[in-house]
């Protein structure tokens, strides 16, 4: 019954409507969709079982958090779903934490007494964040795992930076580059060799490389892009799909979509085992987290560190800037 | 990692622990067979191994499910049929 709901909502729903402050026209995702199944998702009676890839993410991104040694008095959590990454904020770095979310359901999943500091809710579209918050008034903007369901990506980006302060932060988590590479191999193989096509079933994904030149893009400065991955083990791949829908991580690709026919999704499941499997019978799953940050000096810790975050500060005259052309004192003719 | 659904109560849960576990054999041996074939696969290139398979998951589904399913559920399950 629910599945047959959500299908018709992913047939009947519209495209929609432009955005006024997105750059390009790129329409991936329907996003109608995505919030139905993430307000289902946070209903469902086993939501907090599949915390588990969220948790792990905020509190790796929470680790980089902290190693930025400043307070602030509100932290504004874009897409933050049931608030993962709020979760994790302690009273003495800030005072005050705001999560944005489309999905009403997911924002309030959780009481407020699960949480250390104050928080407000606001029920929004993240593609749209200056309609939210007023330009230049933010002290740090974070997101941990939402950005890969925005359709307009540079467009969010630049909105992010608008609504920064001057010298403010941004730090943000999304899926990217080889995330559930299994499945998709696995899916493909099984279409091409079932039905001799093959049909969108994973997202696409933000390769690492573009991150950085996207927030370049976007004018942050003093970036730091690293990357992560968190690898789980299923039992099989149904066990897999389950928990993604159970995330509300379901595919919401726009388009006519058709279901997975069942000798499909069998043939898919025998090719994961085979082609992905360990040797204990499981099949793992990846999970390929891109971290962003852009932030005014990046402490020792992180450069020595592998993983990746992102992080991304928002100019201001106080950042070490390069001088002007023809400025320089030292001849590189004799240094060299 | 334990799964949210129980995996025994609805149609694709049975699909789901019969092509692993019911006929493991035979979903290996189609797995295998994608295997040594997957940089050049086309349509139908693993057929016969996966006629096999999917008479073995048809059996599974059927026998398990006419002896542990009420009747109302049959109505389902022929439906569930057609679709294969």
Known sequence: MLRSLARRAAISSASPAANPHT??????????????????????EGSRMVDYVQEEVADRMMERFMDIKRTFDTVLD????PGHFTKLLE???AKKAVMIDSSDKALHRDPDSEFEVQVERICGDEENLLQIV???????????????????????????????KPDGLFLGAMFGGDTLFE???????????REGGIAPHISPMTQTRDISNLMGRAGFTLLTVDVDEVNVAYPN???????????????????????????????????????????DGSVPATFQVIYMAS?????????????CIQIGWKPAHTQPQPLERGTGKVSLKEVL | MN???????????????????????????????????????TKDVCKEEFTKFATCLRQAVCHSSLRSLPLAQLDGLYQMGRKW
């Open chain 1, 237 to 279: 791949m149904w066990a897999l799909m389950d928990d993604l829908g159970a995330m509300g991580e379901a595919n919401a690709i726009l388009g006519p979509r058709r279901a997975l026919r069942r000798d499909t999704l069998a043939a898919a499941s025998a090719i994961y085992s085979v082609l992905h499997g360990s040797e």
């Open chain 1, 23 to 44: 750059l390009g026209p790129f329409q991936i995702f329907d996003r109608d969709v995505k919030r139905i199944q993430k307000n289902r998702a946070a209903l469902r």
């Open chain 2, 3 to 41: 799964s949210t659904v129980s995996t025994t109560k609805t149609p694709l849960g049975r699909l789901a622990v019969h092509s692993t576990a019911t006929c493991s054999i035979q979903a290996t041996a189609y797995g295998k067979c994608i295997l040594a074939t997957y940089t050049d696969v």
């Open chain 1, 91 to 93: 009273p003495e770095r």
């Open chain 1, 134 to 164: 007023d330009p230049n008034s933010q002290e740090a903007i974070v997101s941990c795992l939402s950005l890969h369901w925005v359709n307009d990506l540079p467009g969010t980006l630049v909105q992010i930076r608008e609504a920064l």
């Open chain 1, 295 to 307: 932030h005014l000096f990046v402490p020792g810790p992180l450069a020595h560190n592998h993983r």
């Open chain 1, 78 to 81: 874009l897409g933050s779903g």
């Open chain 1, 183 to 193: 499945l998709r191999t696995a899916l493909q193989l099984a279409e091409l060799e």
